[in-house]
Every structure is written in C-alpha cells, then in structure tokens.
C-alpha cells in the first residue's frame, strides 16, 4: 500500500508514530508522513529546523514533509496560532499536492485540527481516511481550563465534530471514547472500533537489573496540567520522613517550571527532576525503578483515557502505584500490577506507597503487569490490526 500519514507530531518529537510507521515500512509498503516544524513540547522550534532548513527529510524508509509550523512557545495566543498554523499550511499541501495514495491514516492527538488535512486529501482524491483518536476534542480544552458551553467550546465542539464525522473510520486507543464521540459528536457506532497503544520494542525487552539500596519512584512523561505532578509532589513531602524513598520525575512540559519552584520552596531533596530524555535513553530509567508513578487529574473526561504509558509501564515489567480516575483504575486492578486511588488523591497516594514498600515482595506486581501487557496490548496484534484496516479502506479485504 502508499500510506498518506497526517499528524502534527513525528520524530524528533516525543510521540510512538514514528515507530508504526517505520514498522508499515518494515512490512512493505510504502508511507508518507506529512508533520510539523519539530518544536513540542517546550515551544522551541528544535535547532536545525530554522529558518525553512530540513522540510524534506528520509528517516528509517519513511519521507518525511514538515509543513510551516509557528512554534507553541507560552500562552493560549501561541498555543493557537501553532495549531492552526499547521493545520492550514498541510490542508493548503493536501489540496495542491499531486502525490497519490492509496489510503490515508491521521494519528490525532492534539489539537483536533491536525487531521483536516488527510480529510481534504481523502475528499479530493476520493480515499478513505483512517482516525486514530488518542485525545478527546474539545474535551482536551475543558480540560486545560476552557469553560464548557463557552463560546469558545460551542465553536470547537463544531470544529471537532465536522473532523470526527468527516474520517470513514475511528479507531481508539481508550474504550471509553466511544460514547463521547457517539453521543457529543454523533459518529455513526458503526464507524468506531478499540485499537489500544503498544510500548516500544526497547521497554519490552528484559530490562537490567540496577542494585540500589533506594526506593526509586519513577513518573515518565509529559509534565503538564492534566498529568496531576501536584498529586505526586504532595505525596513526596508527606514521605519526606523516608529518606530511603527518591521520587524521579522524567520529562518535561508547561508545568515543569512551577513544578520546580514548589519543590524548591518546601526544600524537598527527595525529588528529582531529571528533564526531557531521548527515547533511547529511557530504559535505564525504567531499570532503576522500583515502581512507577501515574497521575492523571480529576477531570471527566480525561477519566475516560488510557495513557500510552501504561503500556510501557507494564511492558517493562514494573508495578505501577496510580492517582487517576476511570479506565486506567479498571486496567490495573483488573491486571492486579500495583495500587489505584482516585485522582488528586495525594493522601491515597502517600498510603499506596506505604502499602507497596510493606507487601512488594509478596506480589508479584511486576510479573503481573508483563503478563497482562502480552495478553492485552501487544505491537504485533495491534500492528496487525491497524495494516488490517488500511487494507478493508484500500478495498483490498472485505470487513471483518
């Protein structure tokens, strides 16, 4: 197949796209990624990239086209100015272009406006699109602070309908998105289907074991609002007492900053920001982890998400101590790989961490969490069934 892959985000950003392209590539066919001027997540068009330098590029047998980009940098101005910046200049590239394909699959996170280009190029060259939703718009803007039922939402809540309705198929990477994109944007339930995220190749081989006499905590991400850091950083100076237990922040985002200043101000040694690291990077962190940290915050909507790092979480073997709302809860329990408390609960948290140093030799959290990760989340299932759909869209196979 010639795969037409759209989404605002790709290599060297922190996002798996590039390794399920690089796998279509691996399987033999044939694919091409339109994206953005490299500039998440802090904002800062990356070095090399300036200037219209590098907008044509070949990475692992995929083409590579960045199309203009105004960079994110801080505020809702920029914020906005860059995601409809994008989302212009590839619609303008999917109605001029020239290039064929035989199918076109957008990998939508956020902002929902990244996908208006491989809806355009599905209209004009009369090609089926293939959505793969991973964040809930306009959900996502509540979320950050947006008022529902404001103007502002009343206009994105339109904007994201029309891209939802306007894709001929939604896959999900959370079950519980169908019935927001059901019921607030009327997508057909035909039209929807469950495809969760897989961890890289890198998280599922066996990890090497790192000797220490710490209590290494380990959250990995991105460090925003709706990643809930307070929820963590509170539970850490209830702790402080320990001095055997290290809390390992890894990553960075709009709130890294002020996420440091709190720290700084309560004087907490125990926590350590280690920053954004390349993916390649990220095992020996992973390694050095005793457990690790997810939080979401108390919201809704984002209840109804699983993040990524769940996935990878649970393909490195590695119990994970929760404060998040909804699915996520369900999966861990369900995996039995570590402790779950409601969201912002940070007093939950700190008795989570407790539990988890009283009893982590008598269950077996981690092997809990490998085994349910093969069962569930595979890449060569999920692989499968991503190159399945592309094909029915293709004609190539009828629906199963």
């Known amino acids: 197949m010639q795969i037409l892959v759209v989404c605002q985000h790709y290599w060297p950003e922190p996002y798996r796209l590039p390794d399920i392209c690089e796998e279509l590539v691996r399987r033999g066919h044939t694919v091409r990624v ?66 064929k394909y035989d199918v076109v699959f957008t990998n939508q996170t956020s902002p929902v406006m990244m996908s208006c280009a491989a809806i355009a190029y599905g209209r004009k060259y009369r090609k089926k699109v293939i959505m793969y939703v991973q964040d809930l ?10 008022r529902k039922d404001s103007l502002i939402d009343h206009i994105f809540h339109w904007v994201s309908g029309r891209v939802y309705r306007g894709a001929d198929r939604l896959l999900t990477s959370s079950k519980g998105f169908r019935q927001y994109l059901e019921e607030e944007h009327r997508v057909p339930p035909e039209k929807i289907e469950y495809m969760p995220q897989y961890a890289e190749d890198m998280f599922t081989h066996k990890l090497e074991k790192v000797e220490h006499d710490d209590v290494n905590l380990v959250f990995a991400g991105n460090v925003g609002v709706a990643q809930s850091i307070d929820t963590i950083l509170m539970a850490a100076d209830a702790l402080q007492g320990n001095p055997r237990i290290k809390w390992h922040i890894v990553g960075d985002g709009v709130d890294l900053a002020r996420c440091k200043k ?35 915050m108390d919201d809704a909507d984002i209840s109804r998400t699983l993040p990524g790092k769940v996935q990878t979480y649970m393909a490195a073997g590695k119990p994970i ?50 085994k349910y990760y093969e069962s569930h989340f595979d890449k060569g299932r999920m692989i ?3 190159e399945h759909e592309l094909e029915v869209a293709c004609g190539d196979l009828a629906a199963v």
């Not at 505020?75 to 906005?80: D, E, Q």
């Not at 907490?268 to 005793?290: I, N, Q, W």
Request: hydrophobic share 35%; aromatic share 12%; net charge positive.
């Open 321 to 370: 101590l929760c404060a998040a709302n909804g699915e996520v809860q369900d999966v861990i329990y369900e995996a039995n790989c570590g402790y779950a408390v409601n969201a912002g609960d940070w007093q939950g948290l700190t008795e989570s961490v407790k539990r988890f140093l009283e009893q982590r030799n008598s269950v077996p959290f981690g092997e809990n969490a490998r």
């Open 137 to 146: 718009w306009p959900a996502c803007l509540q979320a950050g602070g947006i």
């Open 384 to 386: 499968d069934k991503l």
């Open 34 to 99: 339109i994206t953005d001027v490299p500039n998440y997540p802090m904002g800062v068009t990356y070095p090399g990239y300036e200037k219209g330098r590098q907008r044509e590029q070949q990475r692992n047998g995929v083409s590579i086209h960045r199309c203009f980009t105004i960079p994110r940098k801080t505020g809702v101005v920029f914020r906005f100015l860059n995601y409809y910046s994008f989302a212009i200049s590839s619609t303008l590239w999917a109605r001029c272009t020239n290039e």
């Open 262 to 296: 709190w720290i700084k101000a309560k004087g907490l040694d125990c926590v350590t920001f280690h920053g954004r690291k390349p993916l390649e990077e990220m095992s020996r962190y992973y390694a050095m982890a005793d457990a690790m940290l997810l939080t979401l």
